[in-house]
């Protein structure tokens, strides 16, 4: 049985890597957050047509997600993401966030579960799409 105080470092430590690939993101700095934070077999999802909008998808696997987080900066000018608040249950993390780029000032939603490794497993993406797609370089 753990005491309180060894709950609170569970969370605490779930929201850190958390914080920390959004930490990576935002100095572009891919390699830290694929190789320290994203679980080998992490699945994100992104809502959406396939082919309608360039993240779409059930991306399967770190090297899908690296190959999708590719097409960002070709698709929006000064893209950022910036967390707020994040809420932790057990391992799932959700974290209220402002995505911005040229054309663009919207909320963001993403749910995170961190696998026993320390890594993130899941990703799923609850973004303005039709802001980022209006936002988009034509």
Same mark, same amino acid.
């Given at each position: =049985?753990?005491?309180?105080?060894q709950i609170?470092? =569970?969370?605490?430590?779930?929201?850190?890597?958390?914080?920390?690939?959004?930490? @990576?993101f935002g100095?572009?700095?891919?390699?830290?957050?694929?190789?320290?934070?994203?679980?080998?077999?992490?699945?994100?999802?992104?809502?959406?047509?396939?082919?309608?909008?360039?993240?779409?998808?059930?991306?399967?696997?770190?090297?899908?997600?690296?190959?999708?987080?590719?097409?960002?900066? @070709? @698709?929006?000018?000064? &893209?950022?993401?910036?967390?707020?608040?994040? =809420?932790?249950?057990g391992n799932?993390?959700?974290?209220?966030?402002?995505?911005?780029?040229?054309?663009?000032?919207?909320?963001?939603?993403? &749910?995170?579960?961190?696998?026993?490794?320390?890594?993130?497993?899941?990703?799923?993406?609850?973004?303005?799409?039709?802001?980022?797609?209006?936002?988009?370089?034509?």
């Amino acid at each position: =049985i753990l005491n309180s105080k060894q709950i609170r470092g =569970i969370f605490m430590e779930v929201k850190d890597v958390v914080k920390k690939a959004y930490e @990576a993101f935002g100095k572009g700095d891919m390699e830290t957050m694929f190789n320290n934070l994203v679980h080998d077999e992490c699945t994100w999802t992104f809502p959406g047509e396939v082919g309608k909008h360039p993240l779409s998808g059930v991306h399967k696997g770190k090297q899908a997600m690296m190959e999708t987080f590719q097409k960002i900066p @070709a @698709a929006w000018d000064n &893209f950022q993401v910036i967390p707020g608040e994040m =809420i932790s249950e057990g391992n799932k993390v959700f974290v209220k966030c402002t995505g911005k780029a040229n054309g663009m000032e919207t909320m963001f939603g993403h &749910f995170f579960e961190v696998a026993d490794n320390g890594k993130i497993s899941t990703m799923i993406t609850y973004d303005d799409t039709l802001s980022m797609f209006n936002a988009m370089k034509k």
